[in-house]
């Protein structure tokens, strides 16, 4: 029982993690014009005085990232076993595995040894058209990306976040406000970069590919502060998470095989 509480009290650090990092990407834009992304965000933050801030986004990538895998295996979340539930429970593993790779890179900087090289999605996208059939994966990929974006659009419209959170949090208006707009915004930066990927897969140039910061560098003014003030309700509204987010954390019961 103790280490699952403990396993949903890291959950909920990754939940105000990634709030904060979002905050970053939106203040580096809105006051600097600078665009980034997650990984960017948390160079920015390397600093002998934010060690313990990148322990701490360790850890608690490392757990949501665990989480999201555990409710993609487990369906700890109870999606179901239908179509609908399944592209969600795919959408759950995709997670899982970007912030367990952000956790890997807040590891290495905490270590000293750099976030990784930049042009991340370029890089993947050359590695991807070198395997054969690689522009028709990069078009497959694109085409998940952008229906990521779709129904993130789709949660903001529904609200349906809402039904995730602690009644206390839920029946906020400005909550509901925050997630919609917040939501709404990432949609946005997920369909762009989806359609860099689909450029990238049509023209066979992995130069083609970016990720939210390319996203947000190409959007134009001011539908770029937009976004991003969007980025910052997003931001908030996980830390809302942080705190009121229902978490099934998956139990020995939930394992296929008792152990």
Same mark, same amino acid.
Request: hydrophobic share 50%; charged share 15%.
């Given at each position: 029982?103790? &280490?699952?509480?403990?396993?949903?009290?890291?959950?909920?650090?990754?939940?105000?993690?990634?709030?904060?990092?979002?905050?970053?990407?939106?203040?580096?834009?809105?006051?600097?014009?600078?665009?980034?992304?997650?990984?960017?965000?948390?160079?920015?933050?390397?600093?002998?005085?934010? %060690?313990?801030? !990148?322990?701490?986004?360790?850890?608690?990538?490392?757990? /949501?990232?665990? *989480?999201?895998?555990?409710?993609?295996?487990?369906?700890?979340?109870?999606?179901?076993?239908?179509? %609908?539930?399944?592209?969600?429970?795919?959408?759950?593993?995709?997670?899982?595995? =970007? /912030?367990?790779?952000?956790?890997?890179?807040? /590891? &290495?900087?905490?270590?000293?040894?750099?976030?990784?090289?930049?042009?991340?999605?370029?890089?993947?996208?050359?590695?991807?058209?070198?395997?054969? @059939?690689?522009?028709?994966?990069?078009?497959?990929?694109?085409? =998940?990306?952008?229906?990521?974006?779709? *129904?993130?659009? =789709?949660?903001?419209?529904?609200?349906?976040?809402? %039904? +995730?959170?602690?009644?206390?949090?839920?029946?906020?208006? *400005?909550? &509901? !406000?925050?997630?919609?707009?917040? /939501?709404?915004?990432? @949609?946005?930066?997920?369909?762009?970069?989806?359609?860099?990927?689909? &450029?990238?897969?049509?023209?066979?140039?992995?130069?083609?590919?970016?990720?939210?910061?390319?996203?947000?560098? *190409?959007?134009?003014?001011?539908?770029?502060?937009?976004?991003?003030?969007?980025?910052?309700?997003?931001? =908030?509204?996980?830390?809302?998470?942080?705190?009121?987010?229902?978490? +099934?954390?998956?139990?020995?019961?939930?394992?296929?095989?008792?152990?």
């Amino acid at each position: 029982m103790q &280490k699952r509480e403990t396993f949903e009290t890291l959950t909920r650090v990754g939940f105000a993690a990634r709030g904060f990092l979002y905050l970053v990407i939106a203040w580096l834009l809105i006051t600097a014009g600078r665009a980034s992304d997650l990984s960017g965000a948390m160079e920015f933050l390397a600093t002998d005085r934010t %060690k313990v801030l !990148l322990f701490a986004m360790v850890a608690g990538f490392l757990a /949501y990232g665990l *989480w999201r895998l555990a409710d993609a295996a487990l369906d700890s979340e109870g999606h179901g076993d239908d179509s %609908k539930g399944m592209i969600k429970r795919g959408g759950a593993a995709g997670s899982g595995i =970007i /912030y367990l790779f952000l956790a890997y890179q807040a /590891y &290495k900087l905490l270590n000293g040894s750099g976030g990784g090289p930049g042009g991340g999605t370029q890089e993947g996208a050359q590695k991807v058209l070198e395997l054969p @059939g690689g522009s028709l994966l990069l078009g497959i990929a694109a085409a =998940i990306l952008f229906g990521a974006g779709v *129904w993130q659009l =789709i949660k903001a419209a529904k609200a349906s976040f809402l %039904k +995730h959170l602690d009644q206390r949090a839920a029946n906020e208006s *400005w909550v &509901k !406000l925050f997630g919609q707009l917040g /939501y709404g915004a990432r @949609g946005v930066v997920f369909m762009v970069t989806g359609f860099f990927l689909a &450029k990238a897969a049509l023209s066979d140039r992995a130069s083609e590919a970016g990720g939210m910061e390319q996203a947000l560098a *190409w959007l134009a003014h001011p539908i770029n502060l937009i976004v991003a003030a969007g980025l910052a309700l997003f931001g =908030i509204f996980s830390l809302v998470e942080a705190r009121y987010r229902i978490i +099934h954390t998956p139990d020995r019961s939930d394992l296929p095989v008792h152990v």
